[in-house]
Nanobody, 124 residues
């Protein structure tokens, strides 16, 4: 089991940048792909970005491609999501998740462990 803790969420204005971080507890962090998901009230959790176990393959949803960047540091056991040019529709609770398959793609059922989430609000 992987314990995950997100941080970095806050209230920002449209066009701002924000960086989310996720720290993992497990010593086998490098065996997992990692992903970020977003959830808004009344809607299902939606894939935002993923990175494979080595950090050399990344995946993004179409609505964040070119604006968000996912990265990982296996030595520090962290994964980050750099979010630029934020839009109102980026608002939601962002969850970090671990994928034991190692791929980090957009299939939510492959993610086995989840953090508690961090709230991002984009509002003018």
């Amino acid at each position: 089991q992987v314990e995950l803790r997100e941080s970095g969420g806050e209230l920002v204005q449209p066009g701002d940048s924000l960086r989310l971080s996720c720290a993992a507890s497990t010593p086998t962090f490098r065996n997992y792909a990692m992903g970020w998901f977003r959830q808004t009230p009344g809607k299902e959790r939606k894939f935002v970005a993923g990175v494979n176990w080595r950090g050399d393959n990344t995946y993004y949803s179409e609505d964040v491609k070119g604006r968000f960047t996912i990265s990982r540091d296996n030595a520090e056991k962290t994964v980050s999501l750099q979010m630029n040019s934020l839009r109102i529709e980026d608002t939601g609770v962002y969850y970090c998740a671990a994928d034991p398959t190692g791929y980090g793609r957009d299939t939510i059922r492959t993610y086995s462990d989840w953090g508690q989430g961090t709230r991002v609000t984009v509002s003018s």
